[in-house]
């Protein structure tokens, strides 16, 4: 075990990692130890020069870059705006999960047990993304939530993270390529569906070579769509339920049918959570995307703030009006798939209202929606496995960025695989590609599960080693219910969505193994970072809660006078040195009398 991940760059120097006593220490440290270039190769523990170009050549950085030390030594650029961020926040992960799947969520629960768990599991989320908000804005680093992880719990848990996260989202872009093709196929049936796929990935890789900004703003356009989608769509809804539309006044009547409100009971909203949950996964996008934001203290908030009102019209409010409009014994809610659009609960409630092309419009919708989902997944994937790298826990190589800003390597290597995946699906009866996909299962809920978790460290490191929780630019909800209440949840959703391979007094050991495979690899990788690297846990007092926030001198986003600790122990050093100074000179007098 003494060579277990020997390809992996060694950890970075106890410098980086050791947490000053204070922040006056911290300040010196940084001032005395400017950071010096190397090679791409040489020891993680060293500095190493990443903005360089792939083909390693030098950038010439004016003076002002120079000294930026989130752009000189971390490689990203701080590029995107308050309206990147707000438009990704508020629309960036609408996806097939809603526009496709909210119809299953209404036949196995009914109007009111789906209501119920887009409700409950939507303020889940929101809980988590005030925890998130508060570590991203203090810290807003790109691949976030592994190094939360690793910095304030134990590195083997941010190592495991780490890889579940990507290969998750390289799983979710290899889906997204599949989606493409059938959905192009409605437009076009005598062109080979692979032939779109293939495109998709090159319009995938487009976007993200050349800068950040050709993500964000591809994102803008694209959450622009659905945003606009949604609003039309609920208030199409609202007068069709009227009767308004359509020549049928709805009301509440689906809400009566026998089954209705609550189809199945406490076990139908149960049953809904996986499902809804899979519907709410990519709104950690936010925690990525702060490690580029412009001006992450005031944007990154922002965004946050809106996650609320995003889940409240957005998803409850959808399905709300599907539900009043739809009767959920109607079979079709579970039929509506990327090859069958017209049976999408969309699409649906704009055919009552007599919009004859709902399903031609939905198809476009929808193919928006699938380069938009690709776009993010791609994004995330790269960012994270260049944090991996960053943190020694990836080979050394996917440190390197372009001059531009783009992990190149990170990137090609996402996209391969993700092409690579998608290919599978063309082989046999997909057995491989369901499984491989199967392999990615829970590992969005374990990424949450990260977030909660490393909120908790966080918070319990920053208040041990005598920082102000009023000096926070953003600070969480109901703090600590909310991030205890997100673990006990999701860690009942991560152990329980299995349940149907127990239903009905059989089990399905297929359902069984699919459900829960994804847990012993997350296992396995823990396993290998905690034995190959005999990791430590980390203690509260001896977390680095400076490097890279808004506290460290060093940092292109320092705060000067924000931290009261700071403040508090400079003027305990100035009065220090006044009452020394004072003693020398009563000395000298009383010496000279």
Known sequence: MRDLGAIFSRRQSKRRNHQPSSPLAAHDGHAQSQTPTVS???????????????????????????????????????SLSARHLSFISL??????????????????????????????????????????????????????????????????????????????????????????????????????????????????????????????????????IKVVTVIVFIVVGIVVAAGGLGGHTYGVENWKIEGAPFHDGVPG?????????????????????????????????????????????????????????????????????????????????????????????????????????????????TRTLWNLAMLGQAPAVFRKVTKSGIPLYSLGLSLGIATGVFLLSLIGNQVVYTWILSLAGVTGFVSWLGIAFSHIRFRGAYVRQGYDVKDLPYKSVLYPFGPVLCLVVITIIVFGQGWPSFAGGTFHIKTFVTSYVSIPVTVALYLFWKLGKKSKWVRLDEADVLRDSI???????????????????????????????????????????
């Open 40 to 78: 791409a190769g040489h020891d993680i523990g060293e500095v190493v020069e990443i903005s360089e170009d792939v083909s390693d050549s030098e950038p010439k950085e004016d003076a002002q870059e120079a000294t930026t030390s989130q752009t000189k030594v971390h490689g990203l650029k701080r």
């Open 91 to 224: 629309g960036g992960t609408l996806g097939t999960g809603l526009f496709i799947s909210a119809g299953t969520s209404l036949a196995m629960a009914g109007p009111g047990g789906a209501l119920v768990s887009y409700a409950f599991l939507g303020g889940i989320v929101f809980f988590l993304m005030s925890s998130l908000g508060e570590l991203a804005t203090f810290i807003p680093i790109s691949g976030s939530f592994n190094e939360y992880s690793s910095r304030f719990g134990d590195p083997a848990i941010g190592f495991a993270l780490g890889w579940n996260y990507w290969f998750n989202y390289v799983c979710v872009t290899a889906s997204e390529l599949v989606a493409a093709g059938i959905i192009m196929r409605n437009y076009l049936p005598h062109v080979n569906g692979v032939v779109w796929s293939i495109i998709s990935a090159a319009i995938l890789l487009g976007l993200n070579l050349f800068s950040v900004r050709g993500y964000a703003e591809a994102e803008f356009w694209f959450a622009a």
């Open 269 to 381: 909203v149960l049953a809904t959570l996986v499902l809804t949950g899979y519907a709410f996964q990519g709104t950690e996008v936010v925690g990525i995307i702060a490690g580029e934001a412009a001006d992450p203290i005031r944007t990154v908030p922002k965004a946050i703030r809106q996650v609320f009102w995003r889940i409240l019209l957005f998803y409850v409010g959808c399905i709300f009006i599907i539900g009043l409009i739809i009767p959920y014994n109607d079979p079709s809610l579970v039929n509506a798939s990327t090859e069958n659009i017209g049976q999408s609960p969309f699409t649906m409630v704009f055919s009552k209202a007599g919009l004859k092309p709902a399903a031609d419009v939905m198809n476009a919708i929808i193919l928006t929606t699938v380069l938009s989902a690709g776009n993010t997944c791609i994004y995330i994937a």
């Open 551 to 593: 506290f460290d001198p060093t940092c292109d986003i320092y705060a000067p006078g924000r931290n009261s600790r700071e403040v508090r122990d400079r003027n305990v050093v100035l009065a220090s040195s006044q009452d020394s100074l004072a003693s020398v000179a009563t000395g000298f007098k009383l010496s000279t009398m």
